[in-house]
């Protein structure tokens, strides 16, 4: 049987910490995993319209082995300034690979699309993006909040407004495995219109609610409910982290957030679609000192996509309400 960590938040994974920054007017945010030590990393995007910034460096037959941080952030692609901040805050503290007699922090970022959500995009010459990730380096913790936070502040899906997410897993051979999730999907979380997650199944205990699946199920589940009809392609967007302590190859990382994408599926239906950037990171710590099983592994990538699907749901099922919003929240529903 599967069980959460402490927090039941993805630093329940040894040497990582979680930062957020948000603009409550632009309704609009930053989220910023901060790794204690460089930690080997991987990607993998399966929506069709992502916006990154140093993604390629993480696949596995790429030069870099490891990096310093991670960077969710909303704005689209005035979001990926997001990324120049926490490196500003990185650089400060003198972190980075050193290049030349140069620090260079390494921080691969995604953003989600979060401008048609009701907040003030008149912001000037110069989005906020780069201060709210200065803003969000400097917030680093074990602890934080889930829902309306970090770069699930804007965040919509369909029917409900989204946020931010996260969960743990710790599993019988004392390897932890933790998610984060920014939940901003076309789709919808929830089974038809009701208050049920697509995920119940892998709920543990009342984390989302403890609904379990409706009775009957609705006559329209099988419905297709998007957040909206003429929403152009690249308008939404899932992203997220999937994170380990266990000791995994780079190969292995970029296997593990593939894994993670099955979450996705269990969560949030449809999903992967052509208006969605849909895009996994994944963070490997190494802290535990296990090297996994081969029966083990198996496990551990289970484990990813149930872990990502909780993360997911908690994340609808945490957002609070604020002036100026287009959709309800799951709490109201």
């Known amino acids: 049987m599967f069980r959460t960590g402490r927090r039941n938040l993805i630093t329940d994974v040894a040497g990582l910490r979680v930062g957020n920054a948000s603009d409550a007017m632009v309704k609009s945010?930053?989220?910023?995993?901060?790794?204690?030590?460089p930690a080997v990393a991987g990607v993998?995007?399966?929506g069709g319209a992502p916006g990154t910034r140093e993604t390629d460096l993480l696949e596995p037959h790429n030069s870099i082995e490891a990096i310093h941080a991670v960077v969710?952030?909303?704005?689209?692609?005035f979001g990926l300034d997001a990324a120049s901040g926490v490196q500003a805050a990185l650089g400060e503290r003198g972190i980075g690979v050193e290049v030349g007699g140069f620090r260079v922090p390494i921080v691969p970022a995604a953003i989600l699309f979060d401008l048609r959500n009701g907040g003030d995009k008149d912001w000037g010459r110069y989005p906020p993006y780069r201060d709210l990730g200065y803003e969000a380096a400097q917030a680093v913790g074990i602890d934080f909040p889930l829902g309306t936070v970090g770069a699930g502040t804007g965040a919509l899906s369909s029917g409900l407004k989204g946020g931010l997410g996260s969960a743990s897993t710790v599993l019988d051979s004392g390897v932890t495995i933790g998610a984060l999730a920014a939940v901003n999907p076309i789709g919808s979380v929830t089974i038809a219109r009701s208050r049920h997650f697509w995920a119940a199944p892998f709920e543990i205990g009342d984390e989302f609610g403890g609904l379990g699946y409706p009775s009957p199920m609705p006559?329209?589940?099988?419905r297709i409910l998007l957040k909206f009809r003429d929403m152009q392609v690249g308008g939404n967007t899932?992203?997220?982290v999937i994170a380990t302590d266990a000791v995994l190859t780079k190969a292995a990382a970029k296997r593990l957030a593939i894994a993670a994408h099955d979450g996705f599926v269990r969560a949030i239906w449809p999903t992967h679609t052509p208006a969605d950037g849909d895009l996994v990171f994944a963070l490997v710590t190494g802290k535990s000192g296990i090297?996994?099983?081969p029966d083990d592994v198996i496990d551990l990538y289970a484990a990813a996509g149930a872990t990502m699907a909780r993360a997911i749901s908690r994340g609808v099922f945490a957002a609070t309400p604020?002036?100026?919003?287009?959709?309800?929240?799951w709490s109201s529903r």
Do not use: H, N, R, Y
């Open 44 to 46: 993998q995007i399966l």
């Open 29 to 37: 945010g930053v989220t910023v995993v901060l790794c204690d030590e």
């Open 72 to 77: 969710l952030s909303g704005g689209s692609a």
């Open 238 to 240: 899932t992203i997220a």
């Open 291 to 293: 090297e996994l099983a």
């Open 219 to 222: 006559e329209d589940a099988k």
């Open 322 to 329: 604020a002036d100026g919003d287009l959709l309800p929240v």
